[in-house]
């Protein structure tokens, strides 16, 4: 009698682009454990190259037309196999049931060290993480080793976003400050796109490089709020963030020497939190 296959939990999205990295199988360990065991599997696949590649060519041969038609893209999949706790069918088939959105934002933060890792090496600016919301398509589900490797499984079930969560997202769209920021009539402030920055960092678990970018973030806030028209609404705000100036300072001299303490990773975070909601407040005072 044959053995019942090792089956392996994979959480898998498709993106409406190429996602950047060379298709193919890619080994993941915790970081600074590089002898260890891998911890994921990460295969990344691109569908409709071809399709692309021959619309391109009919592009070239003639003018564009009045109307033209949308022009079909490139497709990536990316798939995160959990490769550290194999499983049997009936422990799989329990996992299932109860895999959702959460173990879909666990294999996000995977493939987005991977695209992190890409952007590095590769020194593209450009190639940016993932979100859920620009997934086409979301799976969880379990199957054989080759199989889930190959796009395949035993079973699976599709995520889908839900009709009440876009439009709540519609609802908090900031179209009035949009029309006013494209209109020239209110600026963007630098410490915005720095805040973003940290932001991300911090998310997709990278401290030391939240705490450096931080202290910029944090630095041009003080400065950019200080002047702004409505300096004097933000004034409590402002005289938090400058509290905030020495432990972040301190968080981002100790990322400079390696991975942050526990005490800098919360003044990173903590801080972070407090120059977000000074540009909420910013933003609701000039609506």
Do not use: K
Not at 11 to 23: F, H, K, T, Y
Not at 149 to 157: E, F, I, K, P, V
Not at 178 to 194: F, S, T, Y
């Amino acid at each position: 009698m044959n053995a019942p296959p090792t089956l392996f939990r994979f959480v898998q999205v498709e993106l409406p682009w190429a996602l950047g990295p060379p298709d193919g199988r890619y080994l993941v360990r915790s970081d600074g454990d590089g002898d260890g065991p891998p911890s994921h599997v990460l295969v990344f696949a691109t569908l409709g190259a071809v399709q692309r590649g021959r619309l391109a060519g009919r592009r070239r041969a003639r003018e564009a037309e009045p109307e033209p038609p949308p022009t079909e893209v490139v497709t990536g999949r990316a798939t995160v196999i959990d490769v550290g706790e194999p499983m049997d069918e009936p422990r799989a088939r329990r996992w299932l049931s109860d895999a959702g959105e959460d173990e879909l934002a666990a294999g996000l933060v995977v493939l987005n060290r991977a695209l992190h890792a890409f952007r590095v090496v590769t020194a593209d600016p450009y190639l940016q993480p993932v979100g859920r919301a620009q997934a086409i398509a979301a799976r969880v589900g379990f199957g054989a080793g080759e199989e889930v490797a190959d796009g395949l499984w035993s079973a699976a079930r599709e995520l889908a976003l839900g009709a009440s969560r876009r439009r709540r997202s519609r609802n908090l769209a900031p179209q009035a400050r949009l029309a006013a920021v494209l209109g020239a009539r209110e600026p963007a402030l630098a410490c915005e796109e720095l805040a973003l920055r940290a932001r991300l960092d911090l998310d997709q678990g990278r401290p030391r490089e939240a705490a450096l970018q931080l202290l910029v973030a944090l630095d041009a806030a003080l400065a950019e709020l200080a002047a702004d028209a409505h300096a004097r609404d933000l004034a409590q705000r402002i005289g938090e963030l400058r509290a905030q100036r020495e432990p972040v300072a301190v968080a981002a001299q100790a990322a400079l020497s390696g991975p942050l303490g526990e005490a800098d990773a919360q003044a990173v975070a903590f801080a972070l939190a407090r120059v977000e909601a000074a540009l909420r407040a910013r933003a609701a005072a000039s609506t």
